[in-house]
């Protein structure tokens, strides 16, 4: 037997192997279709940002409001506006989403683990236009307007909340994946060596999974900044104009929220001026954020990163 084997003998049949080079070639046009797919919509975004940027006085992006169609176009509006909300969801979720991934990779028995899970899965796929009108509702007038007074309605608090909110699950699940990914030895080791529950929760799993931990923030960041209808309702992004502020107790908007606003009614955006093109602008000032956090995280990653 073993003397009549050979090459042709061991390769697979003509008929397998016409098919996995047809599935092969497949799935080659399908990522080159994903390349085209992006480069196409980067490169329309660079070309009407640029020509916003050629063409707008640069005097008008420095202002103290944000009004494309009054020809006003400042930029720190938004991007203050962006922030304030990001930082409030932060502070919201990463302190729930990692708790509730330790609590369930660590903590947690299997029959609670099956309940928790997917009750977090749900919660995520709550649309984020309910969680607006949740965040306007009763976030707003029973826990921001409570405890300041001088809150409005429409405030970026009660918008921070709610993204906060949003982002809970995405973090929790991506933190919980990362903590399941350390190795049961680890644990084992520090039970051994008569570590409690919690310091080897604290100090062996999550310094081993920080690497993971610190996508899911990234992930989470990119999710509360990318944000649109929680904060196009609740934070009063959904007008025209924005008035430039550091308060989280005023209305405002956000980068993602001002350019829904603006392009609502397709006609409207593109009689007016530069602001179909302001649109564009915003939006590649958000892909180079989001582009620079994801290098940035990508990069920590790889310098902390354990394999095991």
């Known amino acids: 037997m073993a003397a009549g084997l050979s090459v042709e003998t061991l390769s697979a049949p003509p008929r397998r192997q016409r098919r996995e080079r047809l599935v092969q070639r497949v799935l080659f046009v399908a990522a ?7 480069a196409l919509i980067v490169f329309s975004l660079v070309r ?23 020809g006003e176009y400042d930029l720190k509006t938004l991007v203050v506006g962006s922030l304030i909300v990001t930082t409030i969801a932060m502070m919201l979720a990463i302190p729930c989403g990692l708790g509730s991934a330790i609590y369930l990779a660590e ?26 009108f949740f965040a306007l509702a009763w976030i707003s ?13 429409f405030n970026l608090a009660a918008a921070g909340l709610g993204v906060g909110v949003l982002t809970i699950p995405l973090m929790a699940s991506v933190a919980e994946d990362a903590l399941n990914s ?31 931990l610190v996508a899911a923030g990234i992930i989470g960041v990119s999710r509360a900044i990318g944000e649109t209808m929680v904060v196009f309702i609740a934070a009063g992004g959904g007008g025209n104009v924005a008035t430039f ?17 603006q392009a ?3 006609d409207s955006v593109a009689g007016e001026a530069l602001t179909f093109q302001s649109l ?6 958000l892909f180079v954020i989001t582009l620079c956090l994801n290098l940035l995280a990508g990069r920590f990653v790889r310098r902390v990163r354990e394999q095991y």
């Open 141 to 153: 007038p029973n826990i921001v307007q409570a405890l300041f007074d001088s809150a409005g309605l």
């Open 280 to 285: 564009f602008f915003v939006g590649l000032v």
């Open 182 to 212: 350390v190795p049961r030895e680890l644990r084992e080791a520090s039970a051994g060596l008569g570590a409690k529950k919690v310091t080897t929760s604290l100090r062996v799993v999550l310094p081993a999974a920080v690497s993971g």
């Open 48 to 70: 009407e940002a640029w020509t916003f940027m050629a063409e707008v006085d640069w005097n008008l992006v420095w202002g103290d409001k944000w009004a494309p169609r009054l």
């Open 32 to 38: 080159g279709v994903s390349l085209l797919i992006s």
């Open 107 to 132: 903590y947690a028995s299997p029959r609670v683990r099956s309940i928790l899970k997917p009750t977090l899965e749900i919660l995520a796929g709550v649309p984020s236009v309910v969680l607006g």
């Open 264 to 266: 609502s009614g397709t």
């Open 245 to 261: 502020t550091v308060s989280p107790l005023d209305a405002g908007s956000t980068m993602t929220a001002a350019m829904a606003s």
